[in-house]
């Protein structure tokens, strides 16, 4: 079964992200309620900075929150791009040698032809275990199917 007809697809952890994102929003909403319900009179005021404050603090957390369901990774035909938290790596499938998921990781890990190896944060089995199964074995077909067709063009005829 050839996957390219599929291209491009996109890894992403679908649940950990909409968990993320949803808690987020939730999160600064409760805190700018909050810091627009304090009281501005009596024995104790909130003055506007403290308010401001809690508003900023639920910004920052929506942010993190915001980064921390950032991973992906997007397959096309002449590649991997994956995202992580912070960092953006393209590669040709050329370079992927193995891809892996094996009990108890947290991702799924890429052997490379340089010697390395990267995390697909995009693919983690986390929530949805049956769903990072199934991309995972699916981003390895692509790998071996896209890197061998690769390596055949490259290699030439003989």
Known sequence: ???RQDLPVTFRPVVTRVLLLSLGVALLAVLSTVAVLMPHDGASPWKTGDRVTVVCTGVLICAVLALLARPKAVADADGLTVV???V?????WAEILGVHLRQGDA???LDL??????????I????AREQALRDARRLRALAEEL?????????GPH
């Open 147 to 155: 890197g061998e067709a690769r390596g055949e063009r490259a290699a």
């Open 1 to 3: 079964m050839s996957g």
């Open 107 to 109: 991702w799924v890990r």
């Open 124 to 127: 983690q089995p986390g929530i």
């Open 88 to 92: 953006r790596r393209r590669l040709a």
């Open 113 to 122: 032809a340089d010697g390395t190896s990267l995390a697909v944060m995009g």
């Open 84 to 86: 992580n938290l912070t």
